[in-house]
T-cell receptor
Framework: NAGVTQTPKFQVLKTGQSMTLQCAQD?????MYWYRQDPGMGLRLIYY???????DKGEVPNGYNVSRLNKREFSLRLESAAPSQTSVYFC?????????????FGPGTRLTVL | GQSLEQPSEVTAVEGAIVQINCTYQ??????LSWYQQHDGGAPTFLSY????GLEETGRFSSFLSRSDSYGYLLLQELQMKDSASYFC??????????FGAGTRLFVKA
């Protein structure tokens, strides 16, 4: 039982390049989330998926797209990376449908955009 | 909208008790959670309050007063390994959770 896994762990991009961050969970959770965390700040919600087949915008969705491929996998895509997207990206999953149920986080992807 | 406020840093001595406060603003309340994050690590869940009062989990306790829009995390018998960032998080309804900016706790020997 690996919990929530993310790939890659580190990535450096040039401005304008695209990439997809991968996330998978093996806990059979319904909802999944993508957050970004900038230095000295809390987590900000980018997109979430309440269940397989649905996705919704969070607080800071601009410049990102997501795909809920199946119940296990939820990917985040940067179509044209910008330096402002330099951040640590965390994927999370949650079993229940309440906004206060425990979230389980992956180890994060550290992204630098030059 | 929703917002949370917590101190940016707190310093305490090993073996002591420390309290990390969190005040919030929200139109609809769905509970207050606390998460711990060590440097370079992922956030991990600590505690949750849906109703007023104290919730205890080992050395960690969390308190909520909905009338004051206020909560706190209490850490007892501080250990060096408790040096980390602590985030309060507000259930924002639906599937969303809003996180505070975090409080960095330094535990000194």
């Amino acid at each position: 039982n690996a919990g929530v896994t993310q790939t890659p762990k580190f990535q450096v991009l040039k401005t304008g390049q695209s990439m997809t961050l991968q996330c998978a969970q093996d806990m059979n959770h319904n909802s999944m989330y993508w957050y970004r965390q900038d230095p000295g700040m809390g987590l900000r919600l980018i997109y979430y998926s309440a269940s397989e087949g649905t996705t919704d915008k969070g607080e800071v969705p601009n410049g990102y797209n997501v795909s809920r491929l199946n119940k296990r996998e939820f990917s985040l895509r940067l179509e044209s990376a910008a330096p402002s997207q330099t951040s640590v990206y965390f994927c999370a999953s949650r079993e229940g449908q309440g906004s206060t149920d425990t979230q389980y986080f992956g180890p994060g992807t550290r992204l630098t955009v030059l | 909208g929703q917002s949370l406020e917590q101190p940016s840093e707190v310093t305490a001595v090993e073996g002591a008790i420390v309290q990390i406060n969190c005040t919030y603003q929200t139109s609809g309340f769905y509970g207050l959670s606390w998460y711990q994050q060590h440097d370079g690590g992922a956030p991990t869940f600590l505690s949750y309050n849906a109703l007023d009062g104290l919730e205890e989990t080992g050395r960690f306790s969390s308190f909520l007063s909905r009338s004051d829009s206020y909560g706190y995390l209490l850490l007892q018998e501080l250990q060096m390994k408790d040096s980390a960032s602590y985030f309060c998080a507000l259930g924002a309804g639906g599937f969303k959770t809003i996180f505070g900016a975090g409080t960095r706790l330094f535990v000194k020997a």
